[in-house]
């Protein structure tokens, strides 16, 4: 039997789990029946561990794959990869196993409807682990259906039966109503932590669900679940360069690992203590022969905005003098966001990203973990909302607060005449802030502008704004159908 289904059926028989007590300090259980193993709360915190395995596989490259790499953030290197060329050039075909092989995505959905279904047989059961484990599996299926649209919908364990496997797409239109909507709500009922660096909490699921709410234009919900991270008064934005930096930072040429800060909302986490597998963000941010360098015309941008020399500085904000100093003492002209952001000492368009790592790595040592959300995204959303639901200054004020906490000039709502004046603001300062973090391409298909934006770059048309479904699972599975446009 071919391998993504050979994974589903394994999973039911002995969750196929490695260790990584590091997300939840709880080594997984394996090669347990379904009965020996559904009996306490110490076996579900194992299978809730299992789906984070399996997400800490699914999202290692796919993360940037899928949100970073297809919006106008990079361009090609000298020594790019064919699977890179494709995600750049919007020539996508369905041999792009890198971007497109779903094996380990359908085997965290799999984890997930395990736990989902054997959770509530337990006695006394911890509704946190089972919130979690329907939050996760909202989320892989949110993924699911802005990548691919319609997919095959599994909602209950499977037995390995092949009328149960081989399933046809379900509509997108199907499984946001059927699936995510109810899940994430399920699980915002359900979870009893309000904050959990590396496990879905209230505010992770109000961010997820803001996300979708966001995508299917309801501001109002939207701007609710943002507002409500906002009141739990827990988290902030940094408000200096080497704390921005701090977020991102695993060198061990810089201090080693960091990734720290009270933004942080979830995060994927990697170690290379605690469990086998590891990130992809050296591989595709800062590889010895690097397939990515930052857009030139992004660069420009960035500093066109916030000149890097004091003359231009000067001119554009006479009244606003910059706190932040270089390692001589003197003023230091810009943003600092850019300057990390960046490889040093390169020109234009020959720049990789620097603000996880600095020196060259091997992948194999890669634990920097993926940052899902944090609270700078939950900010400069509920601006997004608020502009859309008419509320200019609110949204205004909203982005001052990134513009303050960055030691950056603020702006005024007189600045914005229209409604898209100020949207495609928000979107420049969270292009900006969230460089590489795998939420251009999103924010470009939220806001209704990949066409726009990318047509002139890489002749982006509303047909391919999906990826293909990898050729191997057509042939595994004749029920499927390619994507429309491929």
């Not at 041999?95 to 337990?122: C, D």
Request: glycine letters at 4%.
């Amino acid at each position: 039997m071919n391998t993504f289904y050979t994974f589903l059926i394994l999973s039911v028989a002995s969750l196929l789990v490695s260790s990584c007590e590091g997300i939840l300090e709880q080594k997984p259980y394996s090669q347990l029946s379904e009965e020996q193993f559904w009996r306490s709360n110490a076996d579900a915190t194992s299978g809730v561990t299992a789906i984070y395995d399996a997400m800490q596989k699914t999202y290692n490259t796919k993360y940037y794959s899928w949100g970073e790499f297809r919006a106008d953030n990079f361009v090609r290197s000298a020594t790019p990869t064919a699977e890179g060329l494709e995600l750049l050039n919007n020539a996508l075909t369905s041999t792009n196993a890198g971007a497109l092989r779903w094996n380990t995505f359908y085997l965290m959905i799999a984890r997930a409807n395990i736990a989902i279904a054997n959770i509530p047989k337990i006695p006394n059961y911890d509704r946190q682990l089972l919130g979690e484990a329907h939050a996760i599996r909202a989320y892989a299926y949110f993924h699911a259906v802005r990548v691919w649209g319609d997919v095959p919908l599994y909602t209950e364990p499977v037995t390995g039966l092949d009328q149960e496997i081989k399933k046809p797409k379900s509509k997108a239109a199907e499984i946001m109503n059927q699936l995510i909507i109810p899940d994430m709500l399920k699980a915002e009922s359900l979870l009893t932590q309000n904050t959990n660096t590396y496990r879905f909490s209230k505010a992770g699921i109000w961010s997820l669900q803001a996300e979708v709410y966001l995508f299917l234009k309801d501001f109002a919900k939207a701007k609710v679940a943002l507002t409500n991270i906002t009141k739990l008064n827990t988290f902030s934005l940094v408000t200096t360069r080497d704390a921005w930096l701090k977020q991102f930072l695993n060198d061990p040429g810089q201090g080693g690992k960091f990734q720290t800060s009270p933004e942080f909302i979830f995060n994927i986490r990697y170690s290379l203590t605690e469990d086998s597998d590891r990130s992809g963000i050296y591989a595709v941010f800062f590889a010895g022969l690097p397939t990515y360098y930052i857009n030139p015309v992004l660069e420009r941008k960035w500093v066109a905005k916030f000149p890097t020399d004091s003359v231009a500085w000067t001119t554009l904000y006479p009244t606003f003098s910059p706190k932040s100093k270089d390692a001589a003492g003197k003023t230091l002209f810009g943003d600092w966001r850019y300057i990390e952001s960046r490889e040093a000492a390169r020109d234009f368009g020959l720049a990789r990203v620097a603000k996880y790592t600095k020196t060259n790595i091997s992948p194999t040592f890669d634990d920097t973990d993926i940052i899902v959300y944090r609270y700078a995204n939950t900010l400069t959303l509920l601006a997004e909302a608020e502009n859309q639901l008419g509320n200019k200054d609110a949204a205004v004020t909203l982005m001052n607060q990134l513009r303050t906490a960055r030691q950056l000039p603020t702006v005024r709502a007189a600045d914005f005449t229209t409604k898209e004046q100020l949207e495609n603001f928000i979107l420049d300062e969270r292009q900006m802030e969230f460089l590489a973090e795998g939420v251009r391409w999103w924010d470009l298909r939220r806001t209704g502008k990949a066409v726009t934006v990318m047509g002139p770059i890489n002749k982006q048309t509303e047909q391919r704004l999906l990826f293909p479904i990898f050729d191997r699972h057509l042939f595994d599975n004749p029920l499927l159908t390619q994507t429309e446009g491929y």
